[in-house]
Protein backbone atom coordinates (compact mmCIF):
# COMPACT_ATOMS: atom_id res chain seq x y z
CA UNK A 1 0.00 0.00 0.00
CA UNK A 2 1.69 3.51 -1.13
CA UNK A 3 1.27 5.82 2.10
CA UNK A 4 2.54 9.23 1.98
CA UNK A 5 3.32 11.45 4.58
CA UNK A 6 3.90 15.96 4.24
CA UNK A 7 5.91 17.72 7.45
CA UNK A 8 6.84 21.17 7.90
CA UNK A 9 6.21 24.18 9.82
CA UNK A 10 2.77 24.95 10.56
CA UNK A 11 3.50 28.83 10.27
CA UNK A 12 5.49 30.74 8.14
CA UNK A 13 5.97 34.51 7.64
CA UNK A 14 4.91 36.63 5.27
CA UNK A 15 7.58 36.85 2.82
CA UNK A 16 9.29 33.99 4.10
CA UNK A 17 9.36 30.69 2.60
CA UNK A 18 7.42 27.67 2.74
CA UNK A 19 8.68 24.54 3.00
CA UNK A 20 7.30 21.16 3.28
CA UNK A 21 8.30 17.53 2.67
CA UNK A 22 6.54 14.65 1.67
CA UNK A 23 8.27 10.75 2.29
CA UNK A 24 6.60 8.31 0.93
CA UNK A 25 6.52 4.75 1.83
CA UNK A 26 5.34 0.95 -0.09
CA UNK A 27 6.38 2.38 -3.27
CA UNK A 28 9.97 3.91 -4.66
CA UNK A 29 9.51 7.22 -5.91
CA UNK A 30 12.55 6.68 -8.93
CA UNK A 31 9.79 3.71 -9.96
CA UNK A 32 7.96 6.15 -12.20
CA UNK A 33 5.03 8.40 -12.12
CA UNK A 34 4.53 11.80 -11.25
CA UNK A 35 4.54 12.93 -7.57
CA UNK A 36 3.20 16.73 -6.67
CA UNK A 37 1.60 19.12 -4.61
CA UNK A 38 -1.96 20.46 -4.02
CA UNK A 39 -3.62 22.90 -1.56
CA UNK A 40 -6.99 23.97 -0.33
CA UNK A 41 -7.35 27.45 1.42
CA UNK A 42 -9.42 26.99 4.45
CA UNK A 43 -13.45 26.79 3.22
CA UNK A 44 -12.16 26.33 -0.55
CA UNK A 45 -11.74 24.20 -3.24
CA UNK A 46 -8.70 21.83 -4.45
CA UNK A 47 -5.85 23.54 -6.40
CA UNK A 48 -2.87 21.82 -8.10
CA UNK A 49 0.44 23.41 -7.45
CA UNK A 50 2.82 20.91 -9.28
CA UNK A 51 4.55 18.17 -10.01
CA UNK A 52 8.17 16.19 -10.73
CA UNK A 53 8.20 13.62 -12.65
CA UNK A 54 10.38 10.60 -11.50
CA UNK A 55 12.92 11.46 -14.12
CA UNK A 56 13.20 15.09 -12.06
CA UNK A 57 11.34 16.75 -14.88
CA UNK A 58 9.04 19.81 -12.93
CA UNK A 59 5.53 21.06 -13.88
CA UNK A 60 4.32 23.91 -12.35
CA UNK A 61 1.02 26.00 -11.72
CA UNK A 62 1.31 29.11 -14.60
CA UNK A 63 0.63 31.67 -12.03
CA UNK A 64 2.81 29.93 -9.37
CA UNK A 65 5.30 29.22 -11.06
CA UNK A 66 8.03 31.99 -10.30
CA UNK A 67 7.68 31.27 -6.67
CA UNK A 68 7.39 27.34 -6.51
CA UNK A 69 10.13 24.64 -6.71
CA UNK A 70 9.19 20.68 -6.33
CA UNK A 71 12.57 18.39 -6.05
CA UNK A 72 13.59 14.84 -5.22
CA UNK A 73 15.09 12.71 -2.65
CA UNK A 74 15.34 9.68 -4.35
CA UNK A 75 17.66 7.88 -1.72
CA UNK A 76 15.24 8.78 1.35
CA UNK A 77 12.13 8.36 -1.02
CA UNK A 78 10.91 11.79 -0.46
CA UNK A 79 10.06 14.86 -2.54
CA UNK A 80 9.49 18.50 -1.46
CA UNK A 81 7.98 21.88 -2.09
CA UNK A 82 9.18 25.04 -1.62
CA UNK A 83 7.13 28.26 -1.71
CA UNK A 84 8.56 31.68 -1.52
CA UNK A 85 7.57 35.46 -0.93
CA UNK A 86 4.58 33.72 0.72
CA UNK A 87 1.48 36.06 1.79
CA UNK A 88 -2.07 35.41 3.44
CA UNK A 89 -3.44 33.99 0.11
CA UNK A 90 -1.31 30.51 0.96
CA UNK A 91 -2.44 29.67 3.66
CA UNK A 92 -4.13 26.55 2.69
CA UNK A 93 -3.88 22.74 3.68
CA UNK A 94 -0.75 21.31 1.33
CA UNK A 95 -1.42 17.92 0.13
CA UNK A 96 1.29 15.80 -1.41
CA UNK A 97 -0.17 12.74 -3.55
CA UNK A 98 0.83 10.79 -6.27
CA UNK A 99 -0.27 11.61 -9.67
CA UNK A 100 -0.24 8.82 -12.54
CA UNK A 101 -1.36 10.07 -15.60
CA UNK A 102 -4.97 9.67 -14.71
CA UNK A 103 -5.10 11.77 -11.92
CA UNK A 104 -4.06 11.51 -8.29
CA UNK A 105 -4.46 8.45 -6.96
CA UNK A 106 -2.98 8.34 -3.12
CA UNK A 107 -2.97 11.54 -1.03
CA UNK A 108 -1.33 12.20 2.31
CA UNK A 109 -3.05 13.39 4.76
CA UNK A 110 -2.59 16.97 4.78
CA UNK A 111 -0.86 19.45 6.49
CA UNK A 112 -1.99 23.26 7.33
CA UNK A 113 0.27 26.08 6.90
CA UNK A 114 -0.76 29.64 8.17
CA UNK A 115 0.80 32.23 7.13
CA UNK A 116 1.25 35.11 9.40
CA UNK A 117 3.68 37.18 11.49
CA UNK B 1 -5.62 25.40 -19.34
CA UNK B 2 -8.83 23.47 -18.85
CA UNK B 3 -11.31 25.01 -16.90
CA UNK B 4 -13.49 22.42 -15.27
CA UNK B 5 -17.31 23.39 -13.94
CA UNK B 6 -19.15 21.45 -11.76
CA UNK B 7 -22.71 22.38 -11.26
CA UNK B 8 -24.52 22.69 -8.75
CA UNK B 9 -21.89 23.82 -6.03
CA UNK B 10 -24.61 22.45 -3.50
CA UNK B 11 -27.50 20.65 -3.19
CA UNK B 12 -29.44 18.91 -0.29
CA UNK B 13 -31.01 15.07 -0.12
CA UNK B 14 -32.15 12.89 2.00
CA UNK B 15 -31.19 9.26 2.62
CA UNK B 16 -32.23 6.72 0.26
CA UNK B 17 -32.59 10.02 -2.54
CA UNK B 18 -30.77 9.46 -6.09
CA UNK B 19 -28.29 12.66 -6.84
CA UNK B 20 -26.56 13.49 -9.71
CA UNK B 21 -23.89 15.80 -9.88
CA UNK B 22 -22.67 16.90 -13.29
CA UNK B 23 -19.13 18.56 -14.48
CA UNK B 24 -18.65 20.26 -17.73
CA UNK B 25 -15.02 20.91 -19.37
CA UNK B 26 -13.81 24.04 -21.31
CA UNK B 27 -12.49 21.94 -24.47
CA UNK B 28 -12.55 18.19 -24.86
CA UNK B 29 -11.19 16.17 -22.42
CA UNK B 30 -12.33 12.17 -23.96
CA UNK B 31 -12.40 10.06 -20.25
CA UNK B 32 -9.47 11.70 -18.33
CA UNK B 33 -12.07 12.57 -15.43
CA UNK B 34 -12.01 11.47 -11.97
CA UNK B 35 -14.39 11.98 -9.35
CA UNK B 36 -13.15 12.58 -5.44
CA UNK B 37 -14.95 12.46 -2.26
CA UNK B 38 -14.11 14.76 0.63
CA UNK B 39 -15.13 14.86 4.06
CA UNK B 40 -14.23 17.86 6.67
CA UNK B 41 -10.57 17.22 7.58
CA UNK B 42 -9.93 14.41 5.43
CA UNK B 43 -7.65 14.62 2.44
CA UNK B 44 -10.22 13.85 -1.31
CA UNK B 45 -10.74 9.83 -1.61
CA UNK B 46 -10.50 8.96 -5.57
CA UNK B 47 -14.33 7.51 -6.21
CA UNK B 48 -14.27 7.36 -10.15
CA UNK B 49 -11.45 7.23 -12.87
CA UNK B 50 -11.52 7.58 -16.46
CA UNK B 51 -14.89 9.09 -15.97
CA UNK B 52 -16.90 5.87 -15.15
CA UNK B 53 -14.62 3.17 -13.73
CA UNK B 54 -15.32 2.64 -10.54
CA UNK B 55 -11.96 2.56 -7.71
CA UNK B 56 -11.58 -0.79 -5.85
CA UNK B 57 -13.64 -0.70 -2.59
CA UNK B 58 -16.13 2.48 -3.75
CA UNK B 59 -19.71 0.86 -3.41
CA UNK B 60 -21.55 0.59 -6.23
CA UNK B 61 -23.97 3.29 -5.63
CA UNK B 62 -21.73 5.56 -7.18
CA UNK B 63 -21.37 5.70 -11.10
CA UNK B 64 -19.82 7.86 -13.52
CA UNK B 65 -20.64 8.46 -17.04
CA UNK B 66 -20.15 10.76 -20.00
CA UNK B 67 -17.11 12.24 -22.50
CA UNK B 68 -15.96 14.96 -24.53
CA UNK B 69 -17.12 17.73 -22.54
CA UNK B 70 -19.99 16.76 -20.09
CA UNK B 71 -19.90 14.19 -17.52
CA UNK B 72 -22.05 13.14 -14.79
CA UNK B 73 -21.69 11.64 -11.31
CA UNK B 74 -24.47 10.03 -9.82
CA UNK B 75 -24.95 8.42 -6.39
CA UNK B 76 -28.09 5.96 -6.18
CA UNK B 77 -29.46 5.43 -2.49
CA UNK B 78 -27.83 7.96 -0.76
CA UNK B 79 -26.20 6.64 3.04
CA UNK B 80 -25.70 8.97 5.80
CA UNK B 81 -21.95 8.63 5.09
CA UNK B 82 -21.90 9.86 1.75
CA UNK B 83 -22.86 13.51 2.62
CA UNK B 84 -19.40 14.99 1.52
CA UNK B 85 -18.26 17.50 -0.88
CA UNK B 86 -17.25 16.26 -4.52
CA UNK B 87 -15.04 17.08 -7.01
CA UNK B 88 -14.33 16.21 -10.71
CA UNK B 89 -10.79 16.77 -11.75
CA UNK B 90 -9.54 16.23 -15.64
CA UNK B 91 -6.06 14.40 -16.17
CA UNK B 92 -6.41 14.92 -20.11
CA UNK B 93 -3.85 17.92 -19.70
CA UNK B 94 -1.92 16.38 -16.81
CA UNK B 95 0.14 18.06 -16.42
CA UNK B 96 -1.28 20.66 -15.75
CA UNK B 97 -4.73 19.03 -13.76
CA UNK B 98 -7.62 21.15 -12.94
CA UNK B 99 -10.26 20.29 -10.48
CA UNK B 100 -14.04 21.58 -10.49
CA UNK B 101 -15.06 23.86 -7.85
CA UNK B 102 -16.62 21.07 -5.75
CA UNK B 103 -20.33 20.50 -5.07
CA UNK B 104 -21.56 19.91 -1.26
CA UNK B 105 -23.75 17.18 -0.79
CA UNK B 106 -25.93 18.20 2.44
CA UNK B 107 -28.88 16.40 4.35
CA UNK B 108 -32.02 17.69 3.67
Known amino acids: QVHLQESGPGLVKPSETLSLNCIVS?????????WGWIRQPPGKGLEWIGSIYHSGSTYYKSSLESRVTISLDTPKNQFSLKLTSVTAADTAVYYCARIPSGGPDYWGQGTLVTVSS | DIQMTQSPSSLSASVGDRVTITCRASQSISTYLNWYQQKPGKAPKLLIYGASSLQSGVPARFSGSGSGTDFTLTINSLQPEDFATYYC??????????FGQGTRLDIK
Open chain 2, 89 to 98: LQSFSSPPIT
Open chain 1, 26 to 34: GYSISSGNF
